[in-house]
């Protein structure tokens, strides 16, 4: 009895490691001026990328964007990538955000991230990037 509760407790926290994360990084805009601030959400991630550089314009009414994601790994990455949109007050604007677009990072390259504004209400944005487990998963009833 004394050895069943770390036993399990030990099976518990093995469960927890196999499964893949779904947080990452993410950079956002804020009121027509950059935070460029980085929210890290997975450390391990955090420190395999880097956004260098944030440029938006305007193009028929519609805000434009372009991140430059940077690899800071030798190793492949296999990420998604979604860019959310707000209005002038903050508000998500629902309905219109891009879905998860796969995205492969070789070994310190770079790539741009490109996002067109769904309505001219979308003023701001926010780009979230995460990893793809490339495990192959079971789902057990």
Request: glycine residues 4%; negative net charge.
């Amino acid at each position: 009895m004394k050895y069943t509760l770390p036993l399990v407790a030990a099976l518990m926290l093995g469960a927890c490691a196999s499964q893949p994360d779904t947080s990452g990084i993410s950079v956002e805009q804020s009121k027509n001026t950059f935070n460029e601030q980085l929210h890290v959400d997975n450390p391990a991630l955090g420190e395999k990328l880097a956004i260098t550089d944030v440029k938006t314009r305007q193009t028929n009414q519609l805000t434009d964007v372009v991140v430059t994601l940077s690899s800071q790994y030798k190793k492949s990455q296999y990420l998604q990538y979604q860019f959310n949109w707000y209005d002038k007050d903050g508000f998500v604007i629902k309905g219109n955000h891009s879905p998860w677009q796969a995205l492969t990072l070789f070994g310190f390259s770079k790539t741009q991230l490109a996002g067109l504004a769904p309505t001219p209400d979308a003023v701001t944005f926010s780009l979230a990037v995460r990893e793809v487990s490339t495990d192959a998963q079971e789902f057990k009833e």
